[in-house]
């Protein structure tokens, strides 16, 4: 497959998590979607990390791009994906998309993978500690989110002004995104970050929420998962 539009991640310094500090500020902000203290503290403390250079997808993975390995792989997996082939596929568990990236790897030869939790705030935040791939202050034009009253899955790049330092779009909003990460408590995490989440569907990290999710998911910090009664997520490739 060639039409994926790789966007080269040069290596830096990724400035992840959130100040313990912020965590209460935080959930105050968001108290009118009822964000739970617990949901932010999972974030903290704040980090630099070294990220070494990568690609990854300026897009999630759309329904034209799943259709194509679906018919090569004869790939069933209990997911059906149907939409217009722009928009991005939704409603995946994590192991259709591991599935997918191990097919594109052995059609191209690049070692394609998921992303890990810190390349995707890395392609997220840039080189600075921004609140949103977009920058610090939120506006519902940015991002596919409930706020912005669209209320359903719209084509890859339909917010243009949501893109990231780096020129990916959809970071935030329109389908969550699933991560090679596991979840578990960053280290020095506050004592209340509990060690598993066994009440998610996955035990892997996604990110970046979607149509249907507050603007708290926007935030390019944010950790979560999928959550019952979802069972599944979209997902971009990476390099």
Not at 124 to 153: F, K, Q, S
């Amino acid at each position: 497959m060639d039409d994926i539009d790789w966007v080269e991640i040069p290596a830096g310094v990724l400035i992840r998590g959130t100040p313990v500090a912020d965590i209460d500020a935080i959930t105050a902000a968001h108290a009118d979607l009822q964000v739970q203290r617990g949901w932010i503290a999972k974030e903290a403390p704040r980090t630099e990390v070294a990220v070494a250079a990568f690609a990854i997808s300026r897009t999630p993975v759309t329904v034209a791009q799943w259709s194509v390995f679906a018919a090569a792989a004869g790939w069933g997996g209990g997911a059906a994906v149907t939409g217009p082939p722009d928009h991005p596929v939704d409603g995946l568990g994590w192991a259709a998309a591991v599935a997918f990236c191990s097919w594109l790897a052995a059609r191209t030869g690049l070692p394609v993978r998921l992303p890990t939790e810190t390349e995707w705030e890395r392609a997220a935040r840039g080189g600075d500690d921004r609140e949103y791939p977009w920058g610090d202050h939120y506006t519902p034009e940015c991002a596919n989110l409930a706020d912005a009253g669209v209320g359903t899955i719209t084509t890859v790049g339909s917010f243009p002004r949501g893109a990231s330092p780096f020129g990916l779009l959809d970071l935030a909003g329109n389908v969550d995104e699933w991560t090679d990460t596991r979840y578990a408590p960053y280290s020095g995490a506050p004592g209340d970050v509990p060690s598993v989440e066994d009440w998610a569907a996955d035990p892997h990290i996604t990110r970046g929420g979607s149509f249907h999710h507050g603007r708290d998911l926007a935030r390019c910090a944010r950790r979560h998962g999928v959550y019952p009664p979802l069972r599944g997520a979209g997902f971009r490739v990476a390099v």
